[in-house]
């Protein structure tokens, strides 16, 4: 049961004191139905708290939001048959945008997360802001006529963009594959065509969000490890997504790693695990040993499909590198599920089989008694649905649920 400090009102609810809080806002009636359960006002009313009377009133102000509706009726224990309410997840809509280095992967979906549309480009990070935003407002105004739904109908855009960003801001900062964003403030440059909130993370975050969402709703502690161009880890620590003080937290690619040496990194130091693990330097190794002319990742995933041997041993040895690190992440923040996505884990299980060999021989045995390590289930869709949920997040936050019914009632 909700708490409220307040004294009894004429009604039997809460009347506030001078200068105390009204007690639970509509966004508090919001929350109990926003599992999608349909409940009636007396079972809110019991749940809550609160007078019959003010969770009609807080009903009334959610419907005329849109955001909760009618849902059949209950079972009557003698006279009108009691009215449902649930939450309404068609009420508004919100874009997901995953842009990676050569791509963009654009979905919009209702409050429950259900894709309406979608839309992919092979499309630069490199082609800077304006281009890629320019396309970006195009893209959304062409997914709303894909639904038939209005502009109006947008509640907000979630984006996730392949460097750091600082999320507070939406700011990249010092981004090294996207040159011409650096501290530009995307938010503000979206709005400039599209007039919603706008919220920006890195990829690695959203591809955390929207693996568990997706698919470990009911684990509190992930973490989430991209392989690709470079390595980064998303991670969730009771429920809560954790970007750290600068929104670097999971930098897991520029950690000095044993067999690390001298080999040099993009970042200016030397011996990181990105310059072993790493798509271009794995093909690089690959190179070293066979004389060929490879690039990137989708060269060595390509050669590992095929069954070369040279390709599936560097990838194994690559998986052990990562491993070295996940071992250290698991004894400092001991997550129940680790996640493995990123273009190379497509490459099979065996950068899953390296990562695995050294965690659970290096990690400490109560971390990783009920530790899984899977790979990644959503694939190149993480991205996009965490964008969407962080999006789904700001427009049904207590806050944004008050401000708009104080807007309703002014």
Known sequence: MLNVHAAAG???????????????????????????????????????GLARSTVAARIDALMALGLVAPYGGAASTGGRRPSLFALN???????GADFGATH???????????????????????????????????????????????PEDLAAIGIGLPGPVEHETGRPI???????????????????????????????????????TANWPDVDDLMFVKVATGIGAGLISGGVLQRGAQGTAGDLGHVRVPRGGEANCRCGNTGCLEALAGGPAL?????????????????????????????????????????????????LINPSVVVIGGSLAQAGE?????????????????????LRIVPSVSG??????????????????????????????G
């Open 283 to 331: 093909a690089a190794a690959l190179n070293r040993l066979t004389g060929g002319t490879l690039e990137g990742s989708s060269d060595v995933i390509a050669l590992v499909r095929s069954g070369d041997l040279s390709a599936i041993q560097v990838l194994r040895q690559a998986g052990r590198d990562i491993g070295d690190v996940i071992a250290m992440c698991v004894n």
């Open 104 to 150: 963009a992967l654009v979905s919009l979906t209702d409050l429950s997360g259900t894709e309406l549309a979608v839309e992919r480009e092979a499309l630069s990070i490199a082609a800077g802001p304006d281009d890629v935003v320019a396309w970006l407002a195009g893209a959304v105004r062409r997914l709303l006529a894909a639904a038939d739904r209005r």
């Open 10 to 48: 004429p009604d039997g609810g809460s009347s506030p004191r001078p200068g105390q809080s009204a007690g639970p806002g509509v966004s508090d009636i919001f929350a109990l139905l926003r599992d999608g359960q349909p409940r009636t006002r007396a079972e809110l009313a019991e749940v809550s």
């Open 174 to 212: 010092n981004p090294p594959i996207m040159p011409g964003w650096d501290r530009v403030d995307v938010p503000a440059l979206v709005q400039r065509h599209i007039d919603v909130p706008v919220l920006v993370d890195n990829d690695v975050n959203i591809m955390a969000l929207g693996e568990r």
């Open 380 to 409: 190149e869709r993480a991205g996009v649905a965490g964008a969407s949920a962080m999006a789904v997040a700001h427009v049904l936050s207590p806050e944004a649920i008050d401000a708009a019914s104080a807007r309703l009632a």
């Open 89 to 95: 997840p068609a009420a508004r809509v919100v874009v």
């Open 350 to 370: 065996h950068l899953l089989a390296g990562i695995r060999e050294v965690v659970y021989t290096r990690s400490l045995p109560l971390a990783t008694e009920h």
